[in-house]
T-cell receptor
Framework: AQKVTQAQTEISVVEKEDVTLDCVYE???????LFWYKQPPSGELVFLIRRNSFDEQNEISGRYSWNFQKSTSSFNFTITASQVVDSAVYFCALSETRRGNAGNMLTFGGGTRLMVKP | NAGVTQTPKFQVLKTGQSMTLQCAQDMNHNSMYWYRQDPGMGLRLIYY???????DKGEVPNGYNVSRLNKREFSLRLESAAPSQTSVYFCASRGTGGNSPLHFGNGTRLTVT
């Protein structure tokens, strides 16, 4: 069975600090996909990024960057120069692939609540 | 483009009452899902439907039933609500392929007293 662990339940930083959110996963699939979602205080779930298991290139999007390492089964998310608007709960998720009609399942970690103080 | 629409946004039930949460998507996605979100437990899958006409249990299906009415609509029913079902419920849909992200509705906050 697949599993996603976000060991940090809450992180508090001061604005402009860099912060890294950890995500560790377990899967027996050789092909899988990893995702990050953001849930701001308003409650909606916003898709941020996906990564294929066969593509270990890091990705940067503005102040956001993602570090995928298969050797340690981790997919960490770094926010550079954090801002108050980054305050949210962030979820890491793993997609396994099932054959037949069972569809593709996403398993979520427990989430990390990030609080950025001015 | 509305995406995934859930109704209602809020609901209060008494123990033993029943209700149906409605969900519709306009992205022509085959797969649809119902998750519940509880503090510290992330999102847990209740039921999913890989395609029209099929439904399967997820991680926490007890106390719930679902109906995939057509390709657009996937409803979640609580036959006899219990306080343990107090939660925020999210419907989601997804396109074909393991790399497709989930698209979520805005959630339903349900309180069972």
């Amino acid at each position: 069975a697949q599993k996603v662990t976000q060991a940090q339940t809450e992180i508090s930083v001061v604005e402009k600090e860099d912060v890294t959110l950890d995500c560790v996963y377990e899967t027996r699939d050789t092909t899988y996909y990893l995702f990050w979602y953001k849930q701001p205080p308003s409650g909606e779930l916003v898709f941020l990024i996906r990564r294929n298991s066969f593509d270990e290139q890091n990705e940067i999007s503005g102040r956001y960057s993602w570090n995928f390492q298969k050797s340690t089964s981790s997919f960490n998310f770094t926010i550079t120069a954090s801002q108050v608007v980054d305050s949210a709960v962030y979820f890491c998720a793993l997609s396994e692939t099932r054959r037949g009609n069972a569809g593709n399942m996403l398993t979520f970690g427990g989430g990390t609540r990030l609080m950025v103080k001015p | 483009n509305a995406g995934v629409t859930q109704t209602p946004k809020f609901q209060v039930l008494k123990t033993g009452q029943s209700m149906t949460l409605q969900c519709a998507q306009d992205m022509n996605h085959n797969s649809m899902y119902w998750y519940r979100q509880d503090p510290g437990m992330g999102l847990r899958l209740i039921y999913y439907s890989a395609s029209e006409g099929t439904t399967d249990k997820g991680e926490v299906p007890n106390g719930y039933n679902v109906s995939r009415l057509n390709k657009r609509e996937f409803s979640l029913r609580l036959e006899s609500a219990a306080p343990s079902q107090t939660s925020v419920y999210f419907c989601a849909s997804r396109g074909t392929g393991g790399n497709s992200p989930l698209h979520f509705g805005n959630g339903t906050r349900l309180t069972v007293t």
